[in-house]
């Protein structure tokens, strides 16, 4: 029986317990049907975030290639937005102490190729010894004052059974400054570079660099260096099938191993 007819029917009928049950199990059914085109799939049980995106899918349109003294000049307009706009009195200005340390690890850890930034929120925590907290807080002040954006991203969990089909990855970062700030820069914000004589800077980010490369599988090491062109992209498709297969002789039992051996 259609939902809205047993509606109707249940309204024209004292509603005994068998009715209520009724009436529940068609007010169910309203809902699974309007849940169901609303989201056109099927629920996976996998908390992604809403507004996710697919990774490999989204970046395209949203990374861009930079260089360094572009970058450079973002770090230098934030620094002093939060000078300019840091109240007598008080420690920091609007953007904050861990959000200028989160800007100035982007600046050294984005490929300027590629624009490619997206290390995790875990990485992010480890390296600058900070709680996930106040990491996460960071991350908000910087995208409400216009120096960073991101993008949510998914991807396939490739179950074949029942259970998550989708798992949640790391953000997809891009850097910018609002022209409030590049406004502070003065006559260096239209000047087409800045000084390149800082050799510790240099080593900082080339240790950064290596720290989080060493950290990619085969597939993400693809997609750092060579973006999303279609060489890189064929190079992280094999870079995946090579990691799933290394993965399956890892999880190989030792008992199999041994019985194997034997014969």
Known sequence: MP????????????MTPDLIAQAGDAFQHIA?????ASRGARQTGEPVRRHS????????????????????KILMAARRYELA???????NG???GVAL??????ANLVSYRTGR????????CDKLRRSRDAVVRGLKSLRDHGFLDWLRRFEPTRNDGPGP????????YRLSAPKRAMALLGRWAGRPALPDDDQAERIARGQIEADHVADLDLSGLALFQLGESPLGQALARLGKSIDLRESAKRTESPSTSSSLCKA
Do not use: M, Y
Request: with cysteine.
């Open 53 to 72: 995106r697919r990774a490999g899918a989204c970046e395209a349109g949203f990374w861009r290639k930079t260089t360094r003294q572009e970058v450079q």
């Open 3 to 14: 939902a809205d007819t047993a509606l109707l029917e249940i309204e024209e009928q004292q």
């Open 101 to 106: 340390e989160l800007l100035s690890l982007f």
């Open 32 to 36: 699974t049907t309007f849940t169901g």
């Open 117 to 124: 930034l997206d290390p995790s929120l875990d990485w992010i």
């Open 94 to 96: 609007p953007l904050g």
């Open 165 to 172: 089909q989708v798992r949640q990855v790391s953000n997809a």
């Open 85 to 91: 706009h840091k109240q007598p009195g008080r420690r």
